[in-house]
């Protein structure tokens, strides 16, 4: 048999214990009284019983009973998962519609009731040549500077007839409000994102879930009656961190209810239904056409999730993976009554075995807890800096392409620029799905970021090259065929940086367990919040340092194709319920190795305590005559 138990601390060269904790040819103790420090040793209670595997074994026992995604009520608890993406792209969304920056003039009365009008910087080109609109007159020269005017005529692209920025003057000197507006909502999300998982772990995901959107209805729908931008950028926060509440909450339900084959199925429909609240978002301003009402109609629909308090139950996979069985064995009958299953079906005994360990008591776990393991934190790290890179270099080539600079701007349609966007965002999804279906997680995430990197070196380096040939007179090289390179590079990278980013932060929710994967979501999507940020920050300081920054990001994706190669692979792998399963999520080989061929690496159910070896010559009679020293069988 295998040699797996450790020797005692301090135990010398004496003989391993047998199994029921006696060792062999052992004298028993003389009678008398105890040696000092004996009252010490029998005072400490022994340990707790390991809980059943069964219970532990989610995927392969409960689930299976339930009936899995065969049972009407399971479906219909999907569904429920899936409703609420649409206005969670809604919000995502609107600050391009409330924030957007509108062409605009200023408009003077010379005392004659005549106006003058006079040009603005407004126009996202940055372009100050801008025409007025036909009903006013020619503008008229003027010593005035551009921005000393007492009132603004608006022209706004974004379907609106007011929004945020017309509504306050947000424009020449206060126009930096803008930027600090758009960073509440993403800095309410990256705080929610930390906050909300950890109490997730420690209270459930429905509880979570309901205070969300309660909180969300009331900071939503106070944003559409603030009275000044300050009112508007703070009560912002409160929304994105409440929306975190409900998009992470949502997110690990979704991952709970689901079996193996269909959690990748089932996460990429909600991600589709939540573009298809990114594609409605135009019309949506189109009817509202004031951002008050816009704002309103956005938030409302989170009424309907209210009702969620009575049909929502709590996760049952976390509710056994945190050994709350009384609660879990309500919840099964619920489930089973509701199937209209018979109890029949539970062939492995789950509910006897469930009344056995009804008293033991719960246990609950921070995320913190993650530091002291070995092989867990690293792939949660790993995660989090793919999502960082794949968000944050999506901001460079989204720029490269809609233009930093006015000459490189594919159009000025601002619904031609946000549909392009939104395109490439769902081709982006499209193709996640065959590539991830055929190559796995760790695969597709590997060659998503070697298309992201490629497309980023060759926008840095081949167009550098192509712009100082185009200097010379007889190079036949003109900047238009730079800029046509810089476009193609520029929706490669946007499509293959999404990826990226999305299949990261799904990546996590499987190879993070149960007990923890609020906390482990948590940070993956706050790590995405991080690079998303880059995008008003670079705007806020007027694209100034924008080579650096993308120089950055390159960097970044060329280590995360090595730290790709350290991630495990899910794929049709039962999710880890607790730490130590979390911690035996070891990477495989990338290519699966020839039959007949020993893999050189070990995995860690393979891995076996050595630190007895020498103690071998005093239990060599309990070994079989065909077993080596190292447990393994011999041929």
Same mark, same amino acid.
């Given at each position: 048999?295998?040699?797996?138990?450790r020797?005692?601390a301090?135990g010398?060269?004496r003989?391993?214990?047998?199994?029921?904790?006696?060792?062999?040819?052992?004298?028993?103790?003389?009678p008398?009284?105890?040696?000092?420090?004996?009252a010490?040793?029998?005072?400490v209670?022994?340990p707790?019983?390991?809980?059943?595997?069964?219970?532990l074994?989610?995927?392969?026992s409960v +689930?299976?009973?339930?009936?899995?995604?065969?049972?009407?009520y399971?479906?219909t608890?999907?569904?429920?998962?899936w409703?609420?993406?649409?206005?969670i792209?809604?919000?995502? %969304?609107?600050?391009?519609?409330l924030?957007?920056?509108?062409?605009?003039?200023?408009?003077?009365?010379?005392?004659?009731?005549?106006?003058?009008?006079?040009?603005?910087?407004?126009?996202?080109?940055?372009?100050?040549?801008?025409?007025?609109p036909a009903?006013?007159?020619?503008?008229?020269a003027?010593?005035?500077?551009?921005c000393?005017?007492?009132?603004?005529?608006?022209?706004?692209?974004?379907?609106?007839?007011?929004?945020?920025?017309?509504?306050?003057?947000l424009?020449c000197?206060?126009?930096?409000?803008?930027?600090?507006?758009?960073?509440?909502?993403?800095?309410? +999300?990256?705080?929610?994102?930390l906050?909300?998982?950890?109490?997730?772990?420690?209270?459930?995901?429905?509880?979570?879930?309901? %205070?969300?959107v309660?909180?969300?209805?009331i900071?939503?729908?106070?944003?559409?009656?603030s009275?000044n931008v300050?009112?508007?950028s703070?009560?912002r926060f409160?929304?994105?961190f409440?929306?975190a509440?409900?998009?992470l909450? !949502?997110?690990? !339900?979704r991952?709970? !209810?689901?079996p193996?084959?269909?959690?990748?199925?089932?996460?990429?429909?909600a991600? %589709?239904?939540?573009?298809a609240?990114?594609? /409605?978002?135009?019309?949506?301003?189109?009817?509202?056409?004031?951002?008050?009402?816009?704002?309103?109609?956005?938030?409302?629909?989170?009424?309907?999730?209210?009702?969620?308090?009575?049909?929502f139950?709590?996760?049952?996979?976390?509710?056994?993976a945190?050994?709350q069985?009384?609660?879990?064995?309500?919840?099964?009958?619920?489930?089973?009554?509701?199937n209209? $299953?018979?109890?029949?079906?539970?062939?492995?005994?789950?509910v006897?075995e469930?009344?056995?360990?009804?008293?033991?008591?719960?246990?609950?776990?921070c995320i913190?807890?993650?530091?002291?393991?070995?092989n867990?934190?690293?792939?949660?790290?790993?995660l989090?800096?793919?999502?960082?890179?794949?968000?944050g270099?999506h901001?460079?080539?989204?720029?490269?392409m $809609?233009?930093?600079?006015?000459?490189?701007?594919?159009?000025?349609?601002f619904?031609?620029?946000y549909?392009?966007m939104a395109?490439?965002?769902?081709a982006?999804?499209?193709?996640m799905?065959?590539?991830?279906?055929?190559?796995?997680?760790?695969?597709?995430l590997?060659?998503?970021?070697?298309? #992201?990197?490629?497309a980023?070196?060759?926008?840095?380096g081949?167009?550098?090259l192509?712009? &100082?040939?185009?200097?010379?007179?007889d190079?036949?090289?003109?900047?238009?065929v &730079?800029?046509?390179?810089?476009t193609a590079?520029?929706?490669?990278?946007?499509?293959?940086?999404?990826?990226v980013?999305?299949?990261?932060?799904?990546?996590?929710?499987?190879?993070?367990?149960?007990?923890i994967?609020?906390g482990?979501?948590g940070?993956?999507?706050a790590s995405?919040?991080?690079?998303?940020?880059?995008?008003?920050? $670079?705007? !806020?300081?007027?694209q100034?340092?924008?080579?650096l920054?993308?120089?950055?990001?390159?960097?970044?994706?060329?280590?995360?194709?090595?730290?790709?190669?350290?991630?495990p692979?899910? &794929?049709?792998q039962?999710?880890?319920?607790?730490?130590?399963?979390?911690?035996?999520? #070891?990477?495989?080989?990338? /290519?699966?190795h020839?039959k007949?061929?020993?893999?050189?690496?070990?995995?860690?159910?393979?891995?076996?305590?050595?630190?007895?070896?020498?103690?071998s010559?005093?239990?060599?009679?309990?070994?079989?005559?065909?077993?080596?020293?190292?447990?393994m069988?011999? $041929?």
């Open positions: 048999m295998a040699i797996e138990r020797r005692e301090g010398g060269g003989p391993l214990p047998e199994e029921n904790g006696s060792v062999p040819g052992a004298a028993a103790p003389p008398g009284p105890p040696p000092a420090g004996a010490e040793i029998q005072a209670p022994p707790a019983a390991a809980c059943s595997p069964l219970l074994d989610y995927d392969g +689930l299976p009973f339930l009936g899995g995604l065969g049972g009407g399971q479906r608890l999907v569904l429920l998962t409703v609420p993406a649409l206005f792209g809604f919000s995502k %969304f609107s600050d391009s519609f924030l957007d920056q509108p062409d605009f003039w200023c408009r003077q009365a010379d005392g004659q009731g005549n106006w003058s009008v006079a040009p603005g910087h407004g126009n996202r080109s940055g372009n100050s040549s801008i025409f007025p009903a006013l007159p020619t503008p008229v003027g010593n005035a500077s551009e000393d005017c007492h009132e603004w005529h608006y022209r706004i692209r974004a379907g609106l007839v007011q929004n945020v920025v017309s509504k306050w003057d424009v000197d206060s126009a930096w409000k803008v930027h600090i507006a758009k960073f509440s909502l993403l800095v309410g +999300l990256i705080f929610g994102h906050i909300t998982g950890c109490i997730a772990d420690w209270v459930g995901r429905r509880p979570i879930l309901l %205070f969300s309660i909180f969300i209805l900071f939503g729908l106070t944003v559409a009656l009275v300050t009112m508007f703070t009560l409160f929304e994105g409440c929306l509440g409900i998009v909450s !949502l997110y690990a !339900l991952i709970e !209810l689901c193996p084959a269909h959690r990748f199925m089932i996460t990429m429909v991600s %589709f239904i939540e573009m609240g990114q594609f /409605l978002m135009p019309g949506l301003a189109a009817l509202c056409r004031d951002w008050q009402v816009l704002q309103a109609v956005i938030i409302c629909p989170f009424l309907l999730m209210l009702l969620y308090w009575v049909i139950p709590e996760s049952l996979r976390w509710l056994m945190t050994q069985f009384e609660a879990s064995k309500e919840l099964i009958l619920q489930l089973t009554r509701k209209r $299953m018979n109890a029949e079906s539970d062939i492995k005994g789950v006897p469930l009344e056995k360990e009804i008293t033991r008591r719960s246990k609950k776990v913190i807890k993650v530091v002291g393991t070995r867990l934190w690293k792939n949660i790290v790993v989090c800096v793919n999502s960082l890179t794949g968000y270099i901001h460079c080539f989204a720029k490269s $809609m233009g930093h600079e006015a000459k490189m701007t594919i159009t000025q349609n619904y031609a620029d549909y392009t395109g490439i965002a769902l982006s999804c499209l193709a799905c065959p590539v991830v279906g055929f190559l796995g997680r760790r695969g597709g590997l060659l998503f970021m070697i298309l #992201t990197a490629l980023s070196l060759l926008q840095l081949l167009l550098n192509i712009g &100082k040939y185009s200097q010379l007179p190079s036949g090289m003109s900047d238009s &730079k800029d046509k390179f810089s590079f520029s929706i490669v990278g946007m499509f293959s940086s999404h990826a980013g999305s299949l990261s932060v799904f990546f996590c929710a499987e190879i993070t367990p149960t007990v994967r609020g482990g979501l940070l993956v999507l995405a919040g991080f690079g998303r940020l880059t995008a008003p920050i $670079m705007e !806020l300081h007027n100034k340092g924008y080579f920054h993308h120089v950055i990001f390159a960097c970044c994706t060329l280590i995360c194709i090595i730290c790709i190669l350290l991630l692979e899910s &794929k049709n039962n999710l880890p319920e607790n730490i130590p399963d979390g911690e035996h999520y #070891t990477r495989q080989p990338l /290519l699966p020839k007949g061929e020993q893999p050189l690496l070990l995995t860690n159910s393979e891995l076996k305590d050595y630190s007895g070896l020498h103690d010559a005093t239990v060599s009679d309990g070994i079989s005559e065909n077993t080596t020293a190292n447990g069988k011999s $041929m």
